[in-house]
């Protein structure tokens, strides 16, 4: 299932804790948040490089709280900048099983490197869901020449 639904993906980068996909492989949500598929059946989220420009220079993330249940498109955390506040929305369903504990301490660490920091994972509710969901997000190159532009 996991190959069908991202992709071949022999590319890799790395992370402070893990090695990620790649960004060509995430999905986005219009509301730019990038959803990533992981190995370990769990979906990993953050924010494109888009919002994170901007926002400006990140000074707070206001997670939301493990076993939290959520929808997709449902606001569920608060990222603050010198510049405004902005919600980051659910891009699939499920519940919040991590929270990345490395952004409480250094938030600018989503400016630096939007694609190589997740805020939280989701474990979905269901393959089903998880399939419909990933299907209603964009492609890096539709993400840039759309709602990312």
């Given at each position: 299932?996991?190959?069908?639904?991202?992709?071949?993906?022999g590319?890799?980068?790395?992370?402070?804790?893990k090695?990620?996909?790649?960004?060509?492989?995430?999905?986005?949500?219009?509301?730019?948040?990038?959803?990533?598929?992981?190995n370990d059946?769990?979906?990993?989220?953050?924010?494109?490089?888009?919002?994170?420009e901007?926002?400006?220079?990140?000074?707070?993330?206001?997670?939301?709280?493990?076993?939290?249940?959520?929808?997709?498109?449902?606001?569920?955390?608060?990222?603050?900048?010198?510049?405004?506040?902005?919600?980051?929305h659910?891009?699939?369903?499920?519940?919040?099983?991590?929270?990345?504990?490395?952004?409480?301490?250094?938030?600018?660490?989503?400016?630096e490197?939007?694609?190589?920091?997740?805020?939280?994972?989701?474990?979905?509710?269901?393959?089903?869901?998880?399939?419909?969901?990933l299907?209603?997000?964009?492609?890096?190159?539709?993400?840039?020449?759309?709602?990312?532009?």
């Amino acid at each position: 299932m996991y190959e069908q639904l991202v992709g071949e993906t022999g590319h890799k980068m790395l992370s402070k804790d893990k090695t990620m996909n790649h960004q060509d492989t995430f999905k986005f949500a219009e509301t730019h948040e990038w959803a990533d598929l992981e190995n370990d059946g769990l979906v990993w989220v953050g924010i494109s490089n888009h919002a994170q420009e901007a926002l400006g220079d990140v000074m707070f993330f206001q997670a939301p709280k493990l076993s939290q249940q959520v929808k997709q498109g449902e606001a569920i955390a608060v990222i603050e900048s010198v510049k405004a506040a902005s919600d980051i929305h659910a891009p699939v369903s499920g519940e919040i099983v991590a929270l990345n504990e490395e952004i409480d301490a250094s938030p600018e660490l989503i400016n630096e490197k939007p694609y190589g920091v997740w805020l939280f994972k989701i474990k979905p509710t269901s393959d089903d869901s998880l399939a419909t969901a990933l299907s209603q997000l964009l492609t890096l190159e539709k993400h840039n020449a759309g709602p990312g532009a």
